[in-house]
């Protein structure tokens, strides 16, 4: 039973930063890709950032390019997002997923698992 539990969230003023973390179990960690979506009030959830099996491959969405990061250790079987220079708009519960296939890349995939989520508030 695949299980991802996130971590991290919290309240930050308005140019500051944190560290979100999702922790995996259940199946080999190695294998998939994983992604971070988020969803605010009123609002469809939408991807935020995604990073292929290895780590060599990341895809942003535009409005978090050069402000998020996202990177894995496969060791620890965790995925992290770096939240950095956060705004009032970036205010939303995030959620972790995980591929449903193996080595799929992280255009297109197809997210079978998803966490409970992390709530993320931004303030001025």
């Known amino acids: 039973q695949v299980q991802l539990v996130e971590s991290g969230g919290g309240l930050v003023q308005a140019g500051g930063s944190l560290r979100l973390s999702c922790a995996a179990s259940?199946?080999?960690?190695?294998?998939?890709?994983m992604g971070w979506f988020r969803q605010a009030p009123g609002k469809e959830r939408e991807f935020v950032a995604g990073i292929n099996w290895s780590g060599k491959d990341t895809y942003f969405a535009d409005s978090v390019k050069g402000r998020f990061t996202i990177s894995r250790d496969n060791a620890k079987n965790t995925v992290y997002l770096q939240m950095n220079s956060l705004k009032l708009e970036d205010t939303a519960v995030y959620y972790c997923?995980?591929?449903?296939?193996?080595?799929?890349?992280?255009?297109?995939?197809?997210?079978?698992?998803w966490g409970q989520g992390t709530q993320v508030t931004v303030s001025s």
């Open positions: 997923a995980s591929a449903r296939r193996e080595f799929s890349g992280v255009v297109l995939t197809d997210w079978g698992y």
């Open positions: 259940g199946r080999t960690f190695s294998r998939y890709a």
